[in-house]
């Protein structure tokens, strides 16, 4: 399994943005899909964006779309999640998580093998 580590929470005012970075262990990231969840006190995990080893797919949840983008670059077995114009409803904990090729269920996390520690992001109204 690939190992995750997760960066570049905090807290910010609604309308701002932030990078979060996720770097992974191994020699074989370019084969592994992709993902960000959140999850915010109370509440379930729930998906925000995908991609697929090659970039070739992104997918997102319809609350973060247009707003955050999913990226990666291989040669630095990084993963990243940009998020503009936040709001006070993204303030959660974020995951990065890692699973071996693409699936038509990337929007589940019983779909992911590995996951970060997580990193906190809080937006302030």
């Known amino acids: 399994q690939v190992q995750l580590v997760e960066s570049g929470g905090g807290l910010v005012q609604a309308g701002d943005s932030l990078r979060l970075s996720c770097a992974a262990s191994g020699r074989t990231f370019s084969t592994y899909a992709m993902a960000w969840f959140r999850q915010a006190p109370g509440k379930e995990r729930e998906f925000v964006a995908a991609i697929s080893g090659s970039s070739s797919y992104t997918y997102y949840a319809n609350s973060v779309k247009g707003r955050f983008t999913i990226s990666r670059d291989n040669a630095k077995n990084t993963v990243y999640l940009q998020m503009n114009s936040l709001k006070p409803e993204d303030t959660a904990v974020y995951y990065c998580?890692?699973?071996?090729?693409?699936?038509?269920?990337?929007?589940?996390?019983?779909?992911?093998?590995?996951w970060g520690q997580g990193t906190q992001v809080t937006v302030s109204s």
């Open positions: 998580a890692a699973r071996i090729s693409w699936s038509p269920y990337y929007y589940s996390s019983s779909s992911y093998s590995s």
